[in-house]
């Protein structure tokens, strides 16, 4: 290519590179214009009305303009590892910030006029610090490739959160008041997905072995389990009901019930054998032939080929597979509240019920923040799979 193409191509980089910062940032901008950063409402069941975010930028809080400003002038620089750790440290700055004004604002005699105001976040909020988290997340990328760290944009706030910066918020308040409730919930939805995956592991992984030994049944077994992906959860766990109820009623001793743990389980399992039975069938065909022929050659026998062999490679696919699964299983936990399996489900909907909207964001935060935790701690189990060094 001629010197002058290279040079062209060498101006051109820095415009490309940086567009996805450039559509995020316009789109912090636009949700801090034009929705509310917070609202305010005499009681908890009342909506309000909304605060924005130029009224609460008063005093000292006009310094969160500074890493936004950065994040601004970031978009004109060329690609380099010190602009994206800037970039990510301006956006760690920026959302840990916004999570102080709401704070502050929550417990300010200027937003609260009376004892029983309920402060909730805006939508702006909302949308403001998932457009701020992917910035810093798109930057902390570019800066270790390969690495997942978005999640360290979250200690600011998290501190704020557990130094008690954040308790005059509504969702807080909501926290406080039915502390015992949420601790319980949220063991009872952890034992539904810990059940439901240990399940599904004990039936998936000799289906995911007999599917790679038998190709023939393979395509019989992945159109059964295609065929319930198709059911709706909520209608999966409705048909599992009459069924239950009747096996509980001839046979008490089994202590089936047709309502509650037994049918949401038993539907969560089979929603996550498709995904791990087809992750270990992925897994041991990706195994080659000739590392076979090798091992055969080597006088290991059947049992010693799958364990010190198939098995490790196939690990990363199965790992990834039970990620998925068990990211999918944290979020049908919820629905499965509605058949009185409780969970962090039953919160939602309680606060569905009474339109609370605090009540809501109790039980939805939890859940995504689980997944969350859940999907980085198996990328990086993955990630030390396949780069031990």
Not at 14 to 39: D, H, S
Not at 102 to 109: D, I, R, T, Y
């Amino acid at each position: 290519m001629p010197a002058s193409g290279i040079a062209r191509d060498r101006r051109r980089a820095p415009i490309l590179q940086r567009r996805v910062l450039a559509v995020l940032l316009v789109g912090v901008l636009l949700a801090a214009w034009l929705l509310p950063f917070l609202r305010v409402a005499p009681n908890r069941l009342l909506s309000g009305q909304g605060v924005s975010l130029d009224v609460l930028l008063r005093g000292g809080w006009w310094l969160l303009l500074v890493p936004l400003l950065w994040l601004v002038f970031a978009v004109c620089l060329s690609p380099d590892r010190k602009v994206d750790a800037l970039t990510a440290l301006a956006a760690a700055s920026l959302l840990t910030g916004l999570v102080a004004l709401a704070g502050a604002a929550a417990v300010s005699e200027t937003v609260t006029t009376t004892s029983l105001a309920r402060v909730s976040l805006g939508g702006g909020f909302w949308l403001m610090g998932l457009l701020i988290w992917a910035i810093g997340a798109d930057a902390l990328q570019r800066w270790q490739p390969g690495r997942r760290l978005g999640l360290l944009l979250l200690i600011g706030p998290g501190l704020l959160l557990a130094g008690g910066a954040l308790d005059g918020l509504s969702l807080l308040k909501e926290f406080a008041n039915r502390q015992d409730v949420f601790v319980d919930a949220l063991l009872r939805h952890l034992q539904l997905v810990g059940l439901s995956l240990s399940a599904a592991l004990a039936i998936g992984l000799p289906l995911g072995w007999v599917a790679t030994r038998w190709p023939r049944l393979a395509r019989t077994l992945f159109a059964g389990l295609n065929l319930i992906q198709t059911v709706p959860s909520i209608a999966l766990f409705g048909l599992l009901i009459s069924p239950l109820a009747w096996l509980g009623q001839n046979w008490p001793a089994s202590g089936v019930q047709g309502i509650g743990v037994w049918p949401a389980t038993i539907a969560l399992v089979l929603y996550a054998l498709l995904p791990i039975v087809h992750g270990v069938n992925a897994g041991m065909q990706q195994t080659r032939a000739a590392v076979l022929e090798a091992a055969t050659a080597m006088g290991m026998s059947s049992r010693q080929r799958f364990w010190q062999i198939e098995l490790p490679l196939a690990l990363p696919v199965l790992l990834s597979a039970i990620r998925l699964t068990t990211v999918q299983l944290i979020g049908l936990a919820v629905v499965a509240a509605l058949i009185g399996a409780g969970g962090l489900g039953a919160i939602v909907f309680q606060g569905l019920a009474s339109s609370a909207l605090d009540l809501v964001l109790l039980g939805v935060v939890p859940v995504v923040a689980l997944a969350l935790l859940v999907d980085a701690a198996f990328a990086w189990l993955v990630e030390r799979l396949e780069h031990p060094g």
